[in-house]
């Protein structure tokens, strides 16, 4: 079995940056465990696995369709192509306020005794945001230590399936502004820190748009491999959330 596959990175126009992830291309439909050997081969946040809808489609020919539809365990995910980058189409998820007391072990396991200004919970996605406080800058956010191993055990109720942490932007200098930071923890899908991650800005948006009064948000994820967003509020409660993309390899899968 000879299969075309691809790495490219999202969420940012150079290579080695944003998040990585894997397209295969299929002539044929795959048995769901090979899909998956597959994805566990790659190791990286994401393997897609796209597939001809008919024979005599070509996947060396240029695809007149702007948009695309992936099917996802969350259900269809929709991309368009932009002449500034790829577009996502997300649901928005509202997060609701969230009583400290009961978060507070899982809070300080994470980041100890880093001071926290507010805290959000989405049932929808099960991710808990944390807001940092605003006396903390982006360098802050970028060297912050964050404990991820213990809170498996900390939380172990179902409740929280991701850790959002986020601070306000700072004003523009000589540096580009930004409306927010952001950085992402998911050990309980067996994810330390995603690079980058659009279901988790889903709800920042949310967020962030009701804090700053603001329907379009700039956005940068402060992992290592560090990654630029930009967001639209939709009318029809779901969210744009856009990126520029580097292709990185490109080669033959064999097994």
Not at 25 to 42: R, S, T, V
Not at 123 to 146: A, C, G, I, M
Not at 162 to 178: D, N, R
Not at 216 to 240: K, M, P, W, Y
């Amino acid at each position: 079995m000879k299969l075309p596959i691809f790495i490219a990175d999202a969420f940012t126009a150079k290579a080695f940056r944003g998040n990585p992830a894997a397209v295969c291309l299929l002539e044929n439909k795959l048995d769901e465990d090979l899909h998956q050997k597959i994805a566990k081969e790659m190791n990286l946040s994401e393997t897609a696995f796209i597939l001809k809808l008919h024979p005599n489609d070509n996947f060396t020919q240029k695809n007149v369709n702007s948009t695309l539809t992936f099917v996802t365990l969350s259900g269809e995910l929709k991309a368009r192509k932009e002449e500034d980058g790829i577009v996502l189409d997300l649901p928005l998820y509202p997060a609701h306020p969230q009583k400290l007391h009961e978060v507070e072990d899982l809070i300080k396991t994470a980041i100890g005794d880093t001071l926290v200004q507010d805290v959000r919970y989405s049932p929808d996605t099960k991710k808990l945001l944390v807001r940092l406080s605003d006396t903390y800058n982006r360098s802050f956010l970028e060297s912050l230590t964050v404990n991820t191993e213990n809170l498996l055990q900390v939380e172990t109720t179902g409740k929280v399936k991701g850790l959002i942490l986020t601070l306000k932007g700072e004003p523009g200098g000589q540096t580009q502004a930004f409306d927010f930071y952001s950085r992402y923890f998911a050990p309980w899908y067996g994810v330390a820190e995603d690079p980058v991650t659009g279901s988790a800005h889903a709800v920042l948006s949310s967020y962030w748009s009701e804090q700053l009064g603001k329907k379009h948000l700039h956005a940068f994820q402060c992992s290592n491999r560090g990654g630029e967003l930009t967001i639209s509020l939709r009318s029809d409660g779901r969210v744009d959330i856009k990126g520029g993309a580097a292709l990185v390899l490109e080669g033959t899968l064999t097994a």
